[in-house]
């Protein structure tokens, strides 16, 4: 049975950083594209980064250059770096098996003064 579980939201200032996780059972990070998405109130959801089976990452142009996507394939175990985070990061996170219909239940992170 496959499953993800996401962690490590909270609520930041901006400017500040935060890393989430996502937890995987059942399936290899390694093996399978990994890709993290982002929903906003009111909005639809949207790809953040992607990483793939062999290492390539993409990323949305308004997190290029703050976000990192990576993971670890012994904890099988995928990850997002969050640096400089913007009031306009505020969404909730959710982690996804690329190409199917896996995903989290997501993380809320929330940015604000």
């Known amino acids: 049975q496959v499953q993800l579980v996401e962690s490590g939201g909270g609520l930041v200032q901006p400017g500040e950083s935060l890393r989430l996780s996502c937890a995987a059972s059942g399936m290899s990070v390694r093996l399978n594209s990994m890709g993290w998405y982002r929903q906003a109130p009111g909005q639809q959801r949207v790809l953040v980064a992607q990483i793939s089976s062999v290492g390539n990452t993409k990323y949305a142009d308004s997190v290029k250059g703050r976000f990192t996507i990576s993971r670890d394939n012994a904890k099988n175990t995928v990850y997002l770096q969050m640096n400089s985070l913007k009031p306009e990061d505020t969404a909730d996170y959710y982690c996804?098996?690329?190409?199917?219909?896996?995903w989290g239940k997501g993380t809320l992170v929330t940015v604000s003064s």
């Open positions: 996804n098996i690329v190409a199917t219909n896996y």
